[in-house]
């Protein structure tokens, strides 16, 4: 099994500000890594997939990078319909995910 | 743009089997394109794959649930299912219904999820 760990758990973070998020592969998986934002009571949404493509409709101030067993999601100008939960999820092998970060209002 | 929306009890006894259905509207389930799967999300598991099926009836379980689990796919429903058996707590989540285009693949779009509680 692939193992997925992120970093930071939860983050707290101010509209306007730059945050990333981290993102572990236990092995390597080349860009075989997606992004997913999650808000409650509603279905996660994906945000980018291989790595760095950004998902159709997904603002631009959303950027992923990385390959191998590192990667990072980046999003600039945080927006107050930024503050959610956000997953990693490797594609290499079936499939797993990180266990999230919260970023909350600070 | 499609769509995907759960449906199934919300309570299941412990050792009985939880069987869920998920509907698809705005496209295809036969679609040679798409496979359709089960993600369950838990506090203590996270978010977990649970299997993957396609139209033609192929299935994909991850290992520590293929015992208990089955995938089937009803075209003319245009829905699959999900059937869980032995249930416990520890089965207890939101489960999400997925669309993705290769058995190892990103996800979208998500259905909403049903919460499942197991208990007596």
């Known amino acids: 099994d692939i193992q997925m760990t992120q970093s930071p758990s939860t983050l707290s973070a101010s509209i306007g500000d730059r945050v990333t998020i981290t993102c572990r592969a236990s092995q390597g998986i080349t860009s075989w890594l997606a992004w997913y934002q999650h808000k409650p009571g509603k279905a996660p949404k994906l945000l980018i997939y291989?790595?760095?493509t950004l998902q159709n409709g997904v603002p631009s101030r959303f950027s992923g990078s990385g390959s191998g067993t590192e990667f990072t999601l980046t999003i600039n100008r945080l927006q107050p319909d930024d503050f959610a939960t956000y997953y990693c999820?490797?594609?290499?092998?079936?499939?797993?995910f990180g266990q999230g970060t919260k970023v909350e209002i600070k | 743009q499609l769509q995907l929306q759960e449906s199934g009890p919300g309570l299941v006894r412990p050792s009985e089997t939880l069987s869920l259905s998920c509907t698809v509207s705005g496209g295809f389930i036969s679609s040679s394109n798409y496979y359709w799967g089960w993600i369950r999300q838990s506090p203590e598991k996270g978010l977990e794959w649970i299997g993957t099926?396609?139209?033609?009836?192929?299935?994909y379980y991850t290992p520590s649930l293929k015992s208990r689990v089955t995938i089937s796919v009803d075209t003319s429903k245009n829905q699959f299912s999900l059937s869980l058996a032995s249930v416990t707590a520890a089965d207890t989540a939101m489960y999400f219904c997925?669309?993705?285009?290769?058995?190892?693949?990103?996800?979208?779009?998500w259905g909403q999820g049903t919460l499942v509680t197991v208990s007596s």
């Open positions: 997925v669309r993705h285009r290769y058995v190892s693949n990103y996800f979208d779009p």
């Open positions: 291989k790595a760095s």
């Open positions: 099926a396609f139209y033609t009836g192929a299935t």
């Open positions: 999820q490797q594609y290499e092998n079936f499939s797993s």
